[in-house]
C-alpha cells in the first residue's frame, strides 16, 4: 500500500508488508482508508454466510407454502416455532455476510471537517464521528505497544482531552500523512 501526498510523492513502507492506510482524492478532500484487504477465504465465508441465510429464510417460507403441507391443529404450533426459528437464523446469518466493513476518515475540505466512519461492502458510508477543522487540535502517532503492531495517528479536540483516530498503519507512511493533514488544518483555520 502507499500513499499519495501532494499529487507528486509516493511513499512506501520500509517494511516487509506494504500494507498501511489508503489516500483517495475526492473533489471535496480526501478519504483515508484504514482496512486491511479481506482474502479469499474472507469472502468465500462472508458469500457462504448470505448463502446459508437466504436457504434458512427459503426453509421458513417454505414450510408453509410447500405442497401437501399439513395444517393439522398439533402441527401448527410446531411449523410456526420452527419457521420464526430458522427466520431468525437466517436473517443473522445474511446480515452477518453483508457486514463486511472498513474504517474511514473523510478530511472535506469544503465543509472543513473531520468525518469518522464505516465504509460498508455495498459503498455506502456511515459516520461514527464529525469534527470541524477549526476544532482540531495537535496531531499525534501513537507509536505500537508491541513490535509488529500498527502505530495509530490520532487529532485531539481543542476543547476536549477526547483523541479522534485518523488512520493505523506502519509509522513511516503515518509521519507524511500526519504533515498533509496538519497542512490542510493550518489553511481550513487560516481561511475561517
Request: net charge negative.
Amino acid at each position: 500500500m502507499s500513499v499519495l501526498i501532494n499529487d507528486i510523492n509516493d511513499v512506501k513502507s520500509l517494511g516487509s508488508e506494504d500494507q498501511g492506510p489508503e489516500l483517495t482524492h475526492t473533489r471535496w478532500g480526501y478519504m483515508i482508508t484504514s482496512c486491511d484487504a479481506a482474502g479469499v477465504a474472507m469472502r468465500a465465508g462472508y458469500l457462504l454466510l448470505r448463502y446459508g441465510g437466504i436457504v434458512l429464510l427459503l426453509v421458513a417460507v417454505g414450510l408453509w407454502v410447500m405442497p401437501g403441507a399439513s395444517v393439522h391443529p398439533d402441527v401448527i404450533p410446531f411449523k410456526i416455532g420452527v419457521s420464526v426459528l430458522f427466520a431468525l437464523l437466517g436473517s443473522v446469518l445474511f446480515w452477518s455476510g453483508t457486514n463486511d466493513r472498513c474504517e474511514e476518515t473523510q478530511v472535506d475540505l469544503e465543509r472543513r471537517q473531520l468525518r469518522r466512519g464505516l465504509r460498508r461492502a455495498n459503498g455506502r458510508f456511515s459516520v461514527v464521528a464529525e469534527m470541524p477543522l477549526q476544532q482540531a487540535g495537535d496531531l499525534f502517532v501513537s507509536r505500537p505497544a508491541y513490535e509488529g503492531d500498527d502505530a495509530v495517528l490520532y487529532v485531539r479536540r481543542n476543547d476536549a482531552p477526547l483523541a479522534f483516530e485518523v488512520a493505523a498503519g506502519p509509522e513511516d507512511l503515518l509521519y507524511p500523512l500526519l504533515m498533509r493533514i496538519k497542512a490542510d488544518m493550518r489553511r481550513a483555520t487560516l481561511d475561517a
